[in-house]
């Protein structure tokens, strides 16, 4: 009786791994297809690279900050994916990081959760330029995600329908 319920016990345990493997396993599949869709956003504007953020939802307000750099005199075009959002995230955009004082509020969206959306540099330029007075171009950007605090989270073991990513897409006009 003893051997039966170990045996049990431990078939249980590699079920409910191979199912935990099995949900990863398609949560990457699926921002690897989101990767594909937020390139195909960007039309014109030949792939410069990608940033994919993943994080748990948690019971408390996180941010996590992105650092994009803007070479030359070239324009940029964002692709923001947020298909792998159980629940809606905040998207700011500074010209400085989160730790200077004197950083600018460059754009903010929500309702990121299911869609993708475009940030163009040039809009970015203009708007540091209006709010700062500078006549340069911004040589890079900081983006910060404001992940929302979650009441029912599982801060210490997250389940599958707490786990989030943004896949972030850069392209240059050429």
Do not use: C, W
Request: charged fraction near 25%.
């Amino acid at each position: 009786m003893k051997r039966t319920l170990t045996i049990l016990g431990i078939f249980g345990i590699a079920i409910l791994f191979a199912q935990t493997a099995a949900n990863l396993t398609e949560f990457k599949e699926n921002i690897a297809s989101q990767k594909t869709e937020a390139k195909e956003a960007l039309g014109s504007y030949r792939f410069d690279g990608s940033k994919i953020t993943y994080f748990n939802f948690k019971t408390y307000e996180q941010i996590k900050e992105v650092e994009i750099y803007l070479f030359n005199n070239t324009d940029y075009r964002f692709s923001f994916n947020g298909k792998s959002l159980p629940f809606d995230i905040s998207v700011q955009i500074y010209d400085k990081g989160k730790t200077a004082s004197d950083r600018t509020l460059l754009k903010e969206f929500t309702g990121l959760q299911g869609q993708n959306l475009l940030v163009e540099s040039s809009e970015l330029n203009t708007t540091y330029l209006e709010k700062t007075g500078h006549s340069g171009r911004l040589k890079r950007v900081f983006v910060d995600y404001i992940i929302t605090a979650i009441p029912t989270a599982e801060n210490k073991t997250p389940t599958m329908k707490e786990r989030g990513a943004v896949v972030l897409v850069m392209g240059y006009k050429n």
